[in-house]
Each structure stands twice: as C-alpha cells, then as structure tokens.
Nanobody, 123 residues
C-alpha cells in the first residue's frame, strides 16, 4: 500500500524559506515520479513540482520556477535519496500566494497523495 507522509510546513513571513520533506513507504519508491502539489484555501489542487526516480528529471510549475527546488537528498540540487525514500522541496522567497496545504503524490494530479503539511506565508 502506497503511503506518503509530508512534514516541514510552518508559518513564515514573505521572503523566507522552508524545506518540506516527503517520506514514502509501501511501494518501490525509485520506480515512481514523485510530485508536489498544493491546495490554497477554497481552491483546487495545483501541481508545483516533480522529480523523476534517481533524480534524472525535475519539473516545475511556472509559478515557482527559480524559487523552489525539488531534490532527493537534503541539499539543493542533489540526487534522489531512494535508499531512504525521501523527497524534499526547498522553497525560497515565499510569498502569500504560496500559502496552502502541500502534498507529495505519485501522480501529477495529486489523487494518490499524503495527508499534507500546512504552509502559511503572511506578515
């Protein structure tokens, strides 16, 4: 059974940074793309970023390009930590419009996702 658990959400001020983590279990982690999706209050799911197994590909929504970095190890632009089934999303220059619940998922639409972690950006 696919299980995903997100962590790292917090309340921050505009311009600050956060790192989100996603832990996967119950499936062959390295065979999947892992995506980050978010949901602002009252809105639908929005795809944010994704990383290919073994870190061979990364994709970003236009709204976060240049500010968010998805990785597998706990460092910017490092390769995927399949041995520990972890994916990270490093977010910089956070803005109020980045607020929402962030989920990691095995599909871009977020249908198969974890419970999420809350990110709130406000003054």
């Amino acid at each position: 059974q696919v299980q995903l658990v997100e962590s790292g959400g917090a309340s921050v001020q505009p311009g600050e940074s956060l790192r989100l983590s996603c832990a996967g279990s119950g499936f062959y982690f390295s065979s999947y793309w892992i995506y980050w999706v978010r949901q602002a209050p009252g809105k639908g799911l929005e795809w944010v970023s994704g990383i290919h197994s073994l870190g061979r590909g990364k994709v970003y929504a236009d709204s976060v390009k240049g500010r968010f970095t998805v990785s597998l190890k706990g460092r910017f632009r490092a390769s995927r930590d399949d041995a520990n089934n972890m994916v990270y999303l490093d977010m910089t220059d956070l803005q109020p419009e980045d607020s929402g619940r962030y989920f990691c998922a095995t599909d871009k639409s977020g249908l198969n996702r974890g419970p999420g972690t809350q990110v709130t950006v406000s003054t």
